[in-house]
């Protein structure tokens, strides 16, 4: 079975630029997570959904941050204007529920912004 | 959710086994222990799981203390495949989405 995957791999852009990551989740699977990971904070929840819905989005880190899931198979996360301070690793992950079903990650999307 | 306190670094030899330690003296009788393991350049993997019992599978062994404070997790003949960051992580069960990764035990087996 494919896994999470995560477009693009690697995306460089200039501060100011729109920036859209791209998330397609294991199927069957109704908990969505978009995760950002840098040296200095590690991995932090940025948003999550349940069947489509946003439930959580307080780790979104300013509303230069957006994020949509329009249907189960898909989910976007969005940037702009882009900022240096923005570079980091972005992960997307799965799962069949919460808590007790275990996190399926991408292989994640490294963002430099030059 | 309860906290969780790992060593920021071990070393293994090759063969060996590994055993990782994590503190969660906080931990509250609902919540469940997990450990995910990142591999450099690839999203954090799942091994295992447990809540009181001691746990195995084709990845590795879980024992948890039985007054659950804390448990180590067992890898038990280490390859260099296995140098990753560990998390261990304290789960509240259905209906949580907050994971707390911390900052993990970076492993690295030694050939």
């Known amino acids: 079975d494919a896994g999470v995957i995560q477009s693009p791999r690697h995306e460089v852009t200039e501060m100011g630029q729109e920036v859209t990551l791209r998330c397609k989740p294991i199927s069957g699977h109704n908990s969505l997570f978009w995760y950002r990971q840098t040296m200095m904070r590690g991995l932090e929840l940025l948003i999550y959904?349940?069947?489509?819905?946003?439930?959580?989005d307080s780790g979104m880190p300013e509303d230069r941050f957006s994020a949509k899931m329009p249907n189960a198979s898909f989910s976007t996360l969005k940037i702009q204007p882009s900022e240096p301070r923005d570079s980091a690793v972005y992960f997307c992950?799965?799962?069949?529920?919460?808590?007790?079903?275990?996190?399926?990650f991408g292989e994640g999307s490294r963002l430099t912004v030059l | 959710d309860a906290k969780t306190t790992q060593p920021p670094s071990m070393d293994c030899a090759e063969g060996r086994a590994a055993n990782l330690p994590c503190n969660h003296s906080?931990?509250?009788?609902?919540?469940?222990v997990y450990w995910y393991r990142q591999i450099h350049s690839q999203g954090p993997q799942y091994i295992i799981h447990?809540?009181?019992n001691n746990e195995t599978n084709e990845m590795a062994s879980l024992i948890i203390t039985e007054d659950r404070k804390s448990s180590t997790l067992i890898l038990p003949h280490a390859t260099l495949r296995d140098t990753a960051v560990y998390y261990c992580i304290v789960v509240q069960g259905p209906g949580t989405y907050k994971y707390i990764f911390g900052t993990g035990t970076r492993l690295k087996v030694l050939a």
């Open positions: 992950a799965s799962s069949k529920g919460t808590g007790m079903w275990e996190l399926f």
């Open positions: 447990g809540l009181k």
């Open positions: 906080t931990i509250s009788g609902n919540e469940y």
């Open positions: 959904f349940n069947n489509n819905v946003p439930i959580d």
